[in-house]
């Protein structure tokens, strides 16, 4: 593999992901005062974005298969559930997180 | 005095690199902070790094792209597309599509980010899916400079680790890690759930998920992202009016 290929492909990617990062700093960081309907939005957008990033991560489960969904759906059952009870981030992610490796390993 | 203020202003470049009991501290709350990241970034670094490996590449190249691209699931895209030999215009829209979601996570921080000085650009170059996430987690008087810095810092530095481990001794792990990637699923749930709570108005997390499972169902685990988050932008901005005054309402109360 020609090592000049793989560091402008590289150097490509790195540009690219940095545009889409910097982008709406340099279309609204000028401004002293942000518009209102951009300070509203910035407010409002985290909640749904969350939303959007747990189906981003569930996106290839398959519900025609039990060995495929059922562990992400106990997973993510057991981690809300707990979260909602506990409060505790760290506990409520450990567990989810080990619900979810001994259905995947042992399990299913 | 000129001469003092010479001598001073050398430490208080310096001050977030030294060792005091204030930036122990906030060390200590950004590594907490970021402890589910670094379940998820060592070990999806380190299937990256093995897989880098595995289509051939030399094992260096795992951790300048985590160091320069920092980005997950892309980098994964780029190693098949690399080993195609795909043409850097391919290379450049295939990765500001998949990382198109990216260009709504700044907005939430413009102006937050203003107080980081010369740390402003690592800030803006580092805003991932899980930085933005622990952020987002974060109460106001949490959001300082210091601390998000080092979390930011943090963060990146569990990816390169996971990489450069994966690239040079991937096959060596001792024990099954299968699924424990999943604990940046359950990051994102908890905040999710968090910022369910903190809102008056549940419009923004109900309309941030219906249309991403309706996009999903429609277009594809490929292709959602992008249609759900602007459809998502255009419901917030028509639905602003009740939203706001759910959100104002309850304050006054």
Known sequence: ?108 | MRLNERQESPQTISVDFLITKDTMKDWKTAFYKTIPVMCGYLFLGMAFGILLQQAGFSPIWAAVSSLLVYAGSMQFVMISLMSSGASLPLIGAMTLLVNSRHLFYGLSFIEKFREFGKKWFYMVFSLTDETYSVFCGLSDTEKTPALMFKIALLDQSYWVLGSAIGALAGAVIPFDTTGIDFAMTALFVVIFIEQWQSFSSHLPAIIGLCSSVLFLAILGADQFILPSLVTTVLLLMMLRDPIVRREEGERNE
């Open chain 1, 1 to 108: 593999m020609n090592d000049t290929y793989i560091l402008v492909a590289v150097l490509t990617v790195a540009l690219c992901t940095l545009a889409t990062r910097m982008t709406p700093f340099l279309l609204l960081g000028r401004k002293k005062e942000l518009p209102p309907p951009v300070r509203y939005l910035g407010s409002v957008l985290p909640p749904a974005i969350m939303a959007t990033l747990v189906v981003y991560c569930l996106k290839t489960i398959n519900f025609s298969e039990i060995s495929n969904f059922l562990p992400s759906l106990l997973g993510v059952t057991a981690t809300a559930a707990l979260h909602l009870w506990k409060k505790n981030t760290l506990l409520s992610i450990c567990c989810g997180t080990v619900v979810y490796m001994v259905l995947v390993q042992a399990v299913f």
